[in-house]
């Protein structure tokens, strides 16, 4: 009797568990192929970010429910982290959601000037096709609280704070410098805390995001400043229009830097991007094609050169579903720089995901990727 108790006692914790974790998903996608570029060797790389996430709910009653996210980001080719320095590199959020008021989150979560842009570029800012990338954006953002409103006929709003580092109270000598404004990377500052106050970097970040969404019309429209930035920032605005089997979508982004990123020295500049889109469901995938146009300003070249250079890119790309959760993939993409140096911008600033950086001291990049994508 007292076995058959002990049993059914078992039974029922076990199926408390279950129903604990009735609310709890988890996903992830696996990704990898090879990529060559010109003036470098053949390298194996990830078009979407390899990740694994638990993704979690629980009813409160009354249309209200507790949310919380965790995934980390990892490289598939040796098994190690995307950033060592995040566990929860992809997300790390907790928070309430309502189905009249909207989603509140607290915690690591997406930055909504990328967030937005990424659904308008073609390759939703991923592998060597991705559009140009701002120095003024961040995929993530840490010590964030978000708000983003439920659907109002295609309407919606979205806000978040982000909290600088705390430095009220610090005291220190900044490491010296040649020239804060130098595009030169071997002269950037130390990401210090004394340096980020001493230079007024020390500020608190936010972004506003306005949108439309319903039917065949998608418009977007998004202004940020990332936290200890010296009050840098971007804007961005977009729409996409859906015809038959075709999406196309068009975006402009302006960037306001100057010279610090999240507690770390940036290149003084102004940038502005334009991007035109093309998605096309074709046999059982996709065709997706870009372009960018990108302009580079207000930067100290060298003693003599001051002047505006700028790049363009073009992107082709098919993915063929092999099913609904796995895919193949083949990517070019032909990057052209004004000259090296504003390639050597793209590159130290992080602007261009476009293949191995070494190969950007170059006036023009082709990249070549193929691959397969797991989604579960």
């Known amino acids: 009797m007292k076995k058959t108790l002990i049993a059914l006692a078992i039974m029922g914790a076990a199926a408390g568990v279950a129903n604990a974790q009735s609310n ?37 009653g009354s249309g209200q429910k507790a949310t919380f996210e965790l995934e980390r980001r990892f490289n598939l080719n040796d098994g190690t982290l995307a950033r060592p320095d995040k566990d929860w590199d992809g997300a790390a959020n907790v928070g ?10 607290l915690g690591r979560i997406n930055e909504l000037s990328t967030e937005t842009l990424r659904t308008l570029d073609p390759f939703y800012q991923y592998g060597v096709g991705s559009m140009l990338l701002s120095s003024q954006r961040s995929a993530r953002i840490d010590n964030t609280i978000r708000y983003d409103s439920p659907s109002w006929t295609g309407f919606k709003f979205g806000a978040s704070y982000s909290l600088g580092e705390n430095m009220k109270n610090l005291t220190g000598v900044p490491a010296s410098i040649t020239n804060p404004d130098t595009a030169d990377p071997n002269l950037r500052l130390e990401a210090t805390p004394a340096n980020v106050k001493y230079y007024g970097a020390d500020n608190d970040g936010y972004a506003v995001m306005l949108g439309y969404d319903n039917g065949p019309l998608t418009l977007l429209a998004n202004w940020s400043r990332l936290a200890d930035s010296k009050k840098s920032y971007v804007w961005n605005a977009g729409g996409a229009y859906a015809f038959g089997p075709a999406r196309i979508s068009l975006a402009y982004e302006q960037t306001h830097d100057k010279g610090w990123r999240e507690g770390e020295f940036s290149v003084k500049s102004k940038q502005h991007n334009w991007l035109l889109g093309l998605e096309w469901l ?17 930067v100290a070249w060298s003693d003599t050169d001051h002047g505006d250079k700028d790049v363009k890119k073009y992107a082709l790309g098919y993915t063929y579903d092999l099913s609904k959760r796995t895919s193949i993939y083949g990517i070019v993409a032909y990057s052209d720089y004004e000259d090296d140096q504003v390639a050597g911008f793209y590159r130290n600033e992080g602007l261009n995901n476009q293949g191995d950086p070494a190969s950007y001291d170059r006036d023009s990049v082709t990249g070549v990727q193929i691959g397969i994508t797991h989604r579960f």
């Not at 309430?96 to 509140?104: E, I, P, Q, S, Y």
């Open 96 to 105: 309430l959601r309502g189905d009249n008021w909207g989603a509140v989150r």
């Open 282 to 298: 074709l046999g059982p995938g996709r065709l997706n094609a870009s372009f960018n146009y990108g302009k580079v300003k207000d």
């Open 24 to 60: 709890v998903v988890i996903y992830g996608v696996v990704d990898t192929g090879y990529i060559k570029e010109n003036g470098s060797d053949v390298r194996m790389g990830s078009n979407i970010d390899n990740r694994i996430g638990f993704r979690g709910t629980e009813d409160l």
